[in-house]
């Protein structure tokens, strides 16, 4: 890089790649670095795209012909200047210090590209076999913004706190519990994308495939950003409860400390599956299944994206037009505003299963091929029309939702056990369905039902335990669907059953006695105790016992211990 001999000796820079006098590159250098994203200094080229060691020096052309710079993708830049997208920006620079990073840089879109925001145009312009394609519906059209969020208003209505923190880029620790489909991902996109704008890392796991090591590293990024770059992180967890508790545990100190806020989704209890220490620290979010009505709007926007003409609300009448910018050699699509509904309703409150359902209808729909339907009064046309009995194809049957190892498994037995005490023979019928169109063991209820005829009908009908008992040996001889009956018939009997606590009572007062005993237990009285032994016979083991069958009068004898004398277990007790 130097001169002839006598010249004073150049220098170039590694940023514009300009070749100048030693004595000024320091204050060019620093100009260069302070410069913006394509700004260049005056009088010099745009910076190379090439490595700099794999180019010739400029001043260096041994055989006097001009220097070519070919651009080529497989030769990345590489600056140790530059960060991201951030041309010539150092972690001092304005673009650093508004938080646009690494992880931004990924999913910010080059050149205009389209986001998720842009998604429905992108809709609006294919076909629709084409629309269908690629990424599954729920996914495509997961909303980016709360305006677009459908659904849990409890949570996230207009002034609700959350609403309040989340519009105000104050995110707390989270856990967000609810049932599979009511908005918890999506919940987390939302955030994501707010967090973004306003210069938060996001960070995304899913604790069924990540590991501790895998948290360890997105902790010591975090604790580099912040105490670097004051930057804060916000890491989502999805599926919480597939972590142990000593992979929760390693959160602890993290989330106590603002290194990290936490945001965790979980479809179980968070007081049997989140660790209790963790949970204290984080506030719980209640999500609940959606309502018809919010399925209804969320399928209909599904409808329109896909330029799907519904039928039934008395504006579609033209055959020649489908609603969309699609081809117009294309197929209209229609669907009947019934099997819109039947859809809502059949989905119980997930948005994936119903989107998908949508989604898995037309599709089969389209692969059909085209028929003659009826549109308006007098009047046919070619088409694909999508019919209630369509939809309930592509679903099987009712999606129910039901767990068997999870909450809903406890909630259900719950609902069933007390509908049979309260003598309330339809309530009963309905959640042992629930259990067994969901998949439950019918081993287990039937188990269940032999403790309920103990417990809550006892002496007042003491045929209910060999009813109980009948309908599990009859369960496990046939199994299901057959015994559905059998089971259906003992519940039944139940809940007309007259009910009795005489005996649970009485025998949970024993055990109060006995817990509340102070003192070494009394000894079994010498009447009492068997004697086999001459040795025993000796001690006075039976000594004195009357023998019942040998008496025609009551035999008047003690049977308590001598410090329980005269109590009575079946009295109800002082609570």
Not at 362 to 369: D, H, S
Request: hydrophobic share 35%.
């Amino acid at each position: 890089m130097a001169g002839a001999e006598g010249e004073e000796v150049l220098v170039q820079c590694p940023v514009c790649l300009r070749e100048l006098p030693g004595a000024h590159i320091n204050s060019h250098l620093d100009r260069c670095l302070q410069a913006g994203e394509g700004e260049v200094e005056p009088g010099s080229s745009p910076p190379c795209k090439r490595p700099h060691l794999a180019a010739a020096p400029p001043g260096s052309q041994a055989e006097g012909k001009p220097e070519e710079v070919r651009p080529s993708a497989a030769s990345p830049v590489l600056s140790f200047f530059k960060k991201g997208r951030g041309g010539g920006q150092g972690p001092g620079a304005p673009g650093r210090r508004n938080g646009v990073g690494r992880e931004e840089a990924a999913v910010k879109p080059e050149n205009g590209g389209s986001t998720a925001a842009d998604s429905g145009a992108a809709l609006r312009g294919a076909s629709l076999a084409q629309k269908l394609e690629g990424k599954p519906l729920a996914e495509r059209l997961r909303p980016d913004t709360l305006g677009d969020y459908v659904g849990q208003e409890r949570v996230l209505g207009a002034q609700t706190l959350l609403r309040s923190l989340l519009e105000s880029h104050e995110i707390p620790s989270l856990i967000l519990w609810g049932p599979p489909g009511c908005g918890k991902t999506t919940l987390a996109h939302i955030i994501a994308n707010s967090s973004k704008k306003n210069g938060t890392r996001f960070v995304t796991l899913s604790a069924t495939s990540a590991k501790t090591n895998d948290v360890r590293d997105v902790i010591s990024q975090a604790q580099n950003e912040k105490r670097l770059f004051k930057r804060k992180t916000i890491l989502f967890i999805d599926e919480i409860h597939r972590f142990n508790k000593s992979q929760q545990d390693t959160f602890l100190p993290h989330v106590e400390c603002g290194t990290v806020t936490l945001i965790g989704a979980t479809t179980e209890n968070p007081s049997f599956q989140v660790n209790a220490a963790l949970l204290s620290r984080c506030r719980v979010i209640v999500l609940e299944k959606l309502s018809v009505e919010a399925m209804e709007a969320i399928l209909m926007r599904a409808v329109r994206s896909l330029g799907v003409q519904v039928l039934g609300q008395g504006d579609q009448h033209g055959s020649s037009e489908t609603g969309s910018s699609s081809e117009s050699s294309e197929c209209p699509v229609y669907i009947e505003e019934k099997a819109l509904n039947t859809l809502a309703y059949l989905c119980d409150g997930d948005a994936r299963t119903g989107l998908n359902g949508l989604q898995l209808a037309v599709q089969a729909r389209l692969a059909a091929g085209k028929t003659t339907l009826t549109i308006t009064k007098g009047g046919s046309a070619d088409g694909i029309l999508i019919t209630e009995e369509h939809v309930k194809e592509g679903l099987q049957r009712s999606h129910i939702l039901y767990d068997r190892a999870g909450e809903e498994h406890y909630n259900c037995i719950s609902a069933l056990h007390k509908s049979m005490r309260g003598s309330d023979e339809n309530a009963s019928l309905y959640w042992l369905a629930r259990m067994l169109e969901g998949g439950e063991d019918p081993l287990y209820v039937a188990r269940r039902l032999v403790r309920f005829a103990s417990e809550d009908i006892g002496l007042a009908d003491p045929l209910a335990l060999t009813q109980a008992v009948a309908a599990y040996q009859g369960c496990h001889f046939i199994g299901m669907p057959e015994c559905e009956v059998i089971l259906a018939q003992c519940v039944v009997y139940f809940a007309r059953a007259p009910k009795s606590i005489e005996v649970y009572r009485a025998y949970s007062n024993v055990k109060e006695c006995l817990r509340m005993h102070t003192g070494p237990l009394p000894p079994v009285p010498l009447h009492l105790r068997n004697a086999p032994t001459r040795l025993m016979k000796n001690l006075g083991y039976g000594k004195g016992y009357k023998y019942n069958p040998m008496y025609k009068e009551p035999v008047e004898q003690d049977y308590l211990p001598e410090e329980l004398k005269g109590t009575d277990f079946f009295k109800e007790r002082e609570t």
